[in-house]
């Protein structure tokens, strides 16, 4: 609606109308009964039995009725009108679906007269953080008009429910309609500790009694102690500084959108947990109270943000004041008592003002014990923090001499195929005390799941419900996908995070350095295992001993790793491995944690050189009006088109590999979300959509077993031109050694990629690769992926990005396969090992489609082989790849083998473990 502050239109506001009968229990009749409401959009009036009760705004923190004058005998009703919008519109302006409802619980629950109405646990840590103390503040109400009296005990409890105190008691007497605070302190000797790592909670107990010790109500509360500092410029916790490996996280779900259940909530936080995710910004609200719950259970840090963020200049106006102060002071109510919540963020990109100052010191009324955090004023927050900034920036801040620690609250923009870069990240933040870390934005995918007139489903966006205006596709920014599953970036920042180090010493003796990088877990938690592989196969394997390495400490360690009968021209890797020791909440025994790979540095003998002089012999010959040079050997043929340079036909023991679509220079990518940098010059340039002439074209036959194709071809685009030269070396045992030289005449060009592309048929619809995986990589996305060999069908190759664009790269890769469910197909290896994906859509398909249903049935296998790429970077809300990712259109030189592949045969094989002679080329032209 038209911005117009404090008003709303009253044309259109449409209204949600909720009714429903209910009960209460006999024991209640002569009670206090209360109506709660954890959460509705954007505000609401409520009645009871035709009688109304209130009124309440600001979504996401609780509004409470006292609803027992209403609640007469018989029928109950409550009826609630649920308004879209409210002037608290103007504060809730986040990225997200603007949707309106009951979104969580509601509630009755019932009380006496005298009742405990709110409680404040303060722990600490004294003693140099070995003891702890407990600070309680217990407010009690009396609803009734009579004073009243009685006693409160205060009982704590461990996990397994043995007391550790029960003596803490006082009287209490209150007046009619009054409330009374009481204050407790105790000490508590060597209590165990709660962190995100070791979530120790322990249970106390408040018991209200009446004079005579009947028992009016208990009320249990989690505790956990724990204490949050600012030190040095460093956040401590417990007395240790803590690196925050966070995310953002929106309340999202694709079928029930902002109504998360608790299945749900457990999914996330397991999901968290499992890539090393430690921290959660509640972006950019309080999230539902038993997320808060499942925190302090399962160990995350939260920095609870308050539902605040609005446009223009509210923070400076005096009238928005008490609206602003209300959300900050709810929220901090609601959720003092949680030892997951160790930062309070007053909102989210509302400028700054005196009405943030006001916030802050009714917060520190409440809660002083916790550093606050506010990126638009960092002038009155504990902690500095930015969005988005480069490397280099965040490195600029590092080095500043300020006093307060310094955050990204938002970084990592991880919309569409992204994450770029992650590990440069954190090499800065791990090299300056100051950075305390970030949190990547975000954590799942806001789509939400729908289907075509004929049944397709797909996750929309913004616009896809007629709703305008709408933000497109800029709430797909997720970790995972909308049904909250992995995308592959998780498994970048599960590697990046990662709390185990593996440092190589004297890989040849078998000595590596192990460093623990967790802050109260010692390794021997965790069972640290290896493996030696040759070309991907495991050769030999085993098990350290349980290593005793505390927090932050590092050890040499010694494998026992027996040097190996070297095979020419194989490649050796050590891989280290840790995994859970034992079950915990969030995984099984045997959970991987954290690994590292390291290329063995043995003296390797060459490659042998293949007996070129042992193939069987090739006939050449000319068809179709010379335009075709057909080359044909024992159980293979190949066909060059003399009009397009390259190869149109190969056939390799009868089946059909290639068909028309041989392999053509290649330079486009369906941009990903993070290349609007970028894509337009694309586009202008015309990469997807190169005209390509043949210069030169001639055959040679350098010996009765060798048969060398020459081509050169020139690429234009819209104001540019590469020089293409493709040198075909046909052998008689049916490989073919495509020697590729690109060349541009304007070097400055910025582009997608560089390679090579080719069509199969569908029928080859399995791809084994020895190179990164088994996940998608990119040139700056590719730590969390380790050398090995995999295998996938094509079709899950494919990676459901809402927004299609280009995916399924895998870096680094030595050789390939595409084979059909005989066995037989192609092989292909690369040289310098490349970026290779195998996928059902061209990147002119990828980039046509705006959902994933709008994609056309596939009956073919695309084969991208790529020298090189630009990396994906974070420019979608954030900077561009680094400098040493983005690719220019320098002079370029690589080389595709391909050669029959027939798994039982076994005969690529031989050929990877190869080396080609050179051949002579002084031969007569054909």
Same mark, same amino acid.
């Given at each position: ?43 609401? $009036? ?8 209130? $009124? ?14 209403a609640v007469k005998p018989g029928k109950k009703i409550v009826a609630v009108e649920v308004y879209r919008w409210s002037d608290g519109s103007y504060l809730e302006c986040q990225d997200f679906w603007r949707l309106s409802g009951i979104y969580r619980g509601v509630y009755l629950f019932s009380t006496e007269d005298l009742h405990i109405r709110d409680f404040y646990i303060r722990p600490d840590l004294i003693n140099n953080y070995k003891d702890g103390k407990l600070d309680i503040k217990v407010k009690v109400k009396n609803y009734g008009s009579l004073p009243l009296r009685g ?50 909670? $322990? ?32 956040? /401590? ?269 004297? /890989? ?76 915990? /909440? ?22 042998? /050189? ?72 694309? $586009? ?167 959902h994933t249903c709008e994609l056309p049935q596939s009956n073919k296998v695309v084969l991208c082989i790529d020298y090189a790429h630009t990396g994906l970077g974070n420019a979608s809300c954030g900077p561009p790849p680094l400098e040493k990712y983005i690719l220019k259109a320098q002079p370029a030189h690589f080389r595709v083998v391909f050669c029959p592949y027939d798994e039982r045969k076994g005969e690529h094989n031989l050929i990877y473990k190869q080396k080609i002679p050179p051949l002579d080329l002084q031969r007569k032209e054909k």
């Amino acid at each position: 609606f038209p911005f117009n502050p404090p008003y709303i239109p009253h044309d259109y506001n449409p209204v949600g109308c909720y009714r429903r009968e209910f009960e209460i229990p006999s024991s209640w009749e002569e009670r206090r009964v209360f109506i709660h409401f954890d959460g509705v959009e954007s505000a609401f $009036y409520i009645w009871v039995n035709g009688e109304k009760i209130g $009124y309440s705004q600001g979504s996401r923190t609780p509004a409470e009725f006292d609803i027992t004058k209403a609640v007469k005998p018989g029928k109950k009703i409550v009826a609630v009108e649920v308004y879209r919008w409210s002037d608290g519109s103007y504060l809730e302006c986040q990225d997200f679906w603007r949707l309106s409802g009951i979104y969580r619980g509601v509630y009755l629950f019932s009380t006496e007269d005298l009742h405990i109405r709110d409680f404040y646990i303060r722990p600490d840590l004294i003693n140099n953080y070995k003891d702890g103390k407990l600070d309680i503040k217990v407010k009690v109400k009396n609803y009734g008009s009579l004073p009243l009296r009685g006693k409160i005990e205060v009982k704590l409890v461990d996990s397994e429910e043995k007391i550790i105190f029960e003596d803490l008691m006082s009287e209490v007497s209150v007046e009619g309609r009054n409330e009374a605070i009481i204050e407790f302190c105790r000490l508590v000797k060597n209590p165990k500790k709660w962190s995100a790592e070791t979530p120790y909670l $322990y249970t106390l107990l408040f018991i209200l009694k009446t004079p005579e010790g009947r028992i009016i109500e208990v009320i249990p509360s989690k505790v956990g102690f724990r204490k949050i500092e600012i030190k040095n410029s460093r956040l /401590l916790v417990n007395g240790v500084p803590v690196l925050l490996k966070g995310v953002n996280r929106h309340e999202h779900d694709p079928d029930t959108a902002h109504a998360i259940s608790i299945e749900s909530m457990i999914k996330d936080i397991k999901l968290m947990k499992q890539p090393n995710i430690n921290t959660v910004r509640t972006s950019h609200y309080p999230n539902d109270p038993v997320w808060y719950e499942l925190c302090d259970q399962y160990g995350i840090y939260v920095i609870d943000e308050a539902n605040i963020e609005g446009r223009g200049k509210l923070a400076d106006q005096p009238e928005w004041r008490n609206a602003f102060v209300d959300r900050v002071v709810r929220m901090v109510e609601r959720d003092k008592n949680h030892p997951c919540v160790i930062i309070w963020s007053l909102g989210n990109e509302t400028e700054g003002g005196p009405n943030f100052i006001e916030a802050k010191k009714e917060l520190l009324q409440i809660d002083d014990t916790r550093p606050i955090h506010y990126e638009w004023m960092n002038s009155i927050a504990d902690i500095d923090s930015t969005m988005y900034p480069s490397v280099d920036d965040l490195r600029h801040f590092g080095e500043s001499k300020s006093k307060k620690p310094f955050i990204m609250c938002e970084y990592a923009h991880a919309m569409g195929n992204a994450v770029g870069n992650l590990r440069e990240y954190w090499e800065v933040i791990e090299k300056y005390p100051r950075l305390i870390g970030g949190c990547i934005w975000d954590w799942v995918d806001q789509g939400l799941r729908k289907k075509t007139p004929d049944g397709k489903e797909y996750f929309a966006y913004g616009g896809d419900f007629g709703d305008h205006p709408n933000d497109g596709n800029f709430c797909l920014n997720g970790l995972l996908f909308p049904d909250h599953t992995l995308s592959p970036k998780v498994w970048e920042v599960k590697k990046v995070y990662q709390y185990v180090a593996f440092e190589p010493v004297d /890989l040849l003796n078998g000595k590596v350095r192990i460093r623990n990088k967790y802050y109260f877990t010692n390794l021997k938690e965790f069972i640290i295992s290896w493996e030696l592989s040759e070309d991907g196969k495991i050769i030999q394997k085993g098990e350290l001993p349980p290593l005793d390495i505390p927090p932050g400490e590092s050890r040499e360690v010694s494998i026992e790793i027996k040097k190996p009968q070297l095979n020419p021209g194989a490649e050796y890797w050590l891989t280290l491995s840790a995994k859970l020791a034992e079950d915990t /909440l969030w995984a099984k025994k045997g959970f991987e944690v954290a690994w590292e790979q390291m290329k063995m540095p043995y003296n390797v003998p060459e490659k042998t /050189l293949m007996e070129v002089n042992e193939f069987p012999p090739l006939k050449v010959e000319e068809s179709w009006g010379k335009e075709r040079v057909v080359v044909e050997g024992k159980d293979f043929s190949v066909t060059f088109e003399k009009n397009t340079g390259t190869v149109s036909r190969l056939l390799y023991s009868g089946e059909t590999v290639l068909d028309g679509n041989g392999p053509e220079i290649n330079l486009f990518r369906a941009p990903v979300d993070n290349d609007k940098w970028i894509k337009d010059e694309w $586009y202008a340039l015309g990469l997807e959509k190169l005209r390509c002439k043949v210069e030169e074209f001639r055959v040679r036959e350098l010996k009765p077993r060798v048969v060398q194709v020459y081509s050169k071809i020139k690429a234009e685009g819209d104001g540019f031109t590469f020089c293409c030269i493709y040198s075909w070396t046909v052998l008689g045992n049916g490989m073919i050694v495509l020697d590729t030289k690109v060349n541009s005449f304007s070097q400055e060009i910025v582009l997608p990629k560089i390679g090579v592309r080719m069509i199969l048929p569908k029928k080859f619809e399995n791809f084994r690769w020895y190179g990164r995986g088994p996940h998608e990589n990119y040139v700056d996305r590719k730590t969390g992926a380790r050398i090995g060999v995999y295998q996938k069908k094509v079709e899950d190759l494919f990676v459901p990005y809402v927004y299609p664009q280009d995916m399924g790269t895998r870096c680094d890769v030595r050789w390939c396969a595409l084979f059909n469910n005989l066995q037989k197909g192609i092989f292909i290896i690369c040289d310098p090992p490349m970026a290779v994906s195998a996928l059902p859509y061209t990147a002119e398909e990828l980039d046509k489609a705006k959902h994933t249903c709008e994609l056309p049935q596939s009956n073919k296998v695309v084969l991208c082989i790529d020298y090189a790429h630009t990396g994906l970077g974070n420019a979608s809300c954030g900077p561009p790849p680094l400098e040493k990712y983005i690719l220019k259109a320098q002079p370029a030189h690589f080389r595709v083998v391909f050669c029959p592949y027939d798994e039982r045969k076994g005969e690529h094989n031989l050929i990877y473990k190869q080396k080609i002679p050179p051949l002579d080329l002084q031969r007569k032209e054909k």
